[in-house]
């Protein structure tokens, strides 16, 4: 593979690890797709993500995670598995676009880059969803939700035919987020929250 190739399909593959921080079965069932339809190709390992069957089982894997995130109390609970699976299924996403090189470059990149985004994406919607259980009781988390749904349709089909557009996405909000620091501030936001419900018992105790 030359080097511009690489480049790109590296390119292509932190796009796609990153819409698997909003969901793990969105990507590689996108990935699928397109390969059927011709826009992408896996190097002889990843060969069966082509195949109806792969497309079969992400298509249902994909509609189970998208369903049980509407469940309340669940979708939290989701984000504890979930987080070392984007981790994951973003290093195998990224892998399976850099076709047949060298093994070690191969992973050695997949789990840095591809992993890398995938996580990085999974904490910032895990601390969102924590935001919005806290501040709403876990009544406005169906809008995380579906804006997740979203984000991870639409990532990771710009991944593909926008790469480098998607890419450059990635690296503004990775300084957004670092700027940001949102695992500081959902922590402000909780903890301050905690101390207006304690203050409201307190005076309920008092007026009694």
């Given amino acids: 593979m030359e080097s511009w190739e690489l480049i ?5 593959g932190v796009g796609l690890s990153a819409a698997c921080g909003f969901r793990v079965f969105i990507p590689p069932l996108v990935m699928c797709i397109a390969a059927k339809a011709g826009h992408v190709s896996f190097g002889a390992e990843f060969a069966w993500m082509e195949t109806n069957v792969a497309l079969v089982t992400f298509s249902i894997a994909a509609i189970l995670e998208i369903g049980a ?5 669940l979708d939290n609970a989701l984000d504890t598995i979930t987080a070392p699976a984007a981790v994951v299924a973003g290093t195998l996403t990224t892998a399976a676009m850099m076709g047949d090189v060298s093994p070690w470059l191969k992973w050695s990149l997949a789990a840095i880059a591809g992993g890398g985004a995938a996580g990085a994406v999974q904490v910032t919607t895990t601390v969102a969803r924590g935001a919005s259980s806290v501040l ?3 009544m406005g988390n169906w809008v995380v939700s579906t804006g997740e749904g979203i984000g991870a349709v639409i990532t990771a089909t710009l991944a593909i035919v926008v790469p480098i557009l998607v890419f450059i996405g990635f690296l503004i909000f990775v300084g957004y987020v670092i700027s940001k620091n949102p695992l500081k501030n959902s922590s402000g936001t909780i903890g301050a929250r905690a101390r207006a419900n304690k203050t409201e018992e307190s005076r309920d105790v008092a007026d009694r």
Avoid: M
């Fill in 8 to 12: 790109i399909s590296v390119i292509v």
């Fill in 69 to 73: 995130y509407y469940i309340p109390w």
């Fill in 136 to 138: 709403t009781g876990g």
